[in-house]
């Protein structure tokens, strides 16, 4: 699904470069669910910003479903990552001024969908994030851990195959955070492939395997040994 060889990415102020990434390279099958941990500032959000085409790397390469991708322009980036990518962040980065329904169904008018259809596909991901009850809600009437399961409504509302969550429990108490990680479970299950950054050994027990990054470089990669008969 997607491979990196050597990326790097530095970030340049007046008087200093940070090697947020050095020569990271990793490999990510289809339908595997991969955790990345590391400490604060080790370059995990800028690794998944990367794969996510929110950004570009300074040198290395990097490819997604077998085309160089790293090079893209921001243009490109956008038209790929649509329909392809989603996105589950800690903060939920849900859009205030829309309703529950609408946060959801903004995936579906940036691809164009027709109004039936995009009603169809918005009330069945709202079922099944168990939200329709709030579909006309603001986000800020709902508690974390309904945001959440809006974010991750939007986020897979378009059928991804890829889905990308930053942290996606952090903001969450125990309860609400194992549900999110039972939802991205069953969505890997039903063959979404997912990268999820974690500060939590707990969250990292759900994913296949562990990408352990340090100072903007793979440390060690581990393989969960109870989910090792999946891969
Ligand atoms: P993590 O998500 O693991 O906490 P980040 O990927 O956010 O780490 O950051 C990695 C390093 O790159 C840090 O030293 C951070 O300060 C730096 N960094 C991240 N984004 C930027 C940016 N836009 N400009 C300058 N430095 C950045
Ligand atoms: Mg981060």
Do not use: W
Request: hydrophobic share 40%; with cysteine.
């Amino acid at each position: 699904m997607l491979k990196t060889e050597k990326l790097t990415k530095i970030f340049r102020t007046e008087e200093v470069e940070t090697f947020a990434l050095n020569e990271v390279s990793i490999n990510v099958k289809a339908g595997e669910f991969v955790a990345i941990m590391g400490p604060s500032g080790c370059g995990k959000s800028t690794l998944l910003n990367i794969i996510g085409l929110l950004d570009n790397p300074s040198t290395g390469k990097y490819f997604f479903d077998g085309t160089e991708v790293g090079t893209y322009k921001e243009r490109q980036r956008t038209q790929m990552r649509k329909g392809n990518i989603g996105f589950v962040f800690q903060s939920f980065n849900l859009i205030d001024e829309l309703t529950v329904y609408e946060n959801v169904e903004l995936p579906l008018i940036y691809l164009k969908k027709k109004v039936s259809e995009r009603k169809e596909m918005v009330n069945a991901v709202l079922e099944r994030m168990k939200i329709g009850h709030r579909a006309k809600h603001f986000p800020q009437q709902l508690s974390g851990g309904q945001q959440q399961r809006v974010a991750i409504g939007r986020a897979v509302v378009a059928n991804p195959k890829l889905i990308l969550a930053d942290e996606p429990t952090g903001n969450l108490d125990s309860k609400n955070g194992l549900e999110v990680m039972n939802l991205l479970t069953e969505l890997n299950k039903e063959g979404t492939t997912i990268i999820m950054v974690t500060h939590s050994m707990h969250d990292a027990g759900f994913a296949h395997r562990v990408i352990n990054l340090f100072d903007g470089e793979v440390l060690t990669e581990n393989v969960n040994e109870k989910m090792a008969e999946i891969l």
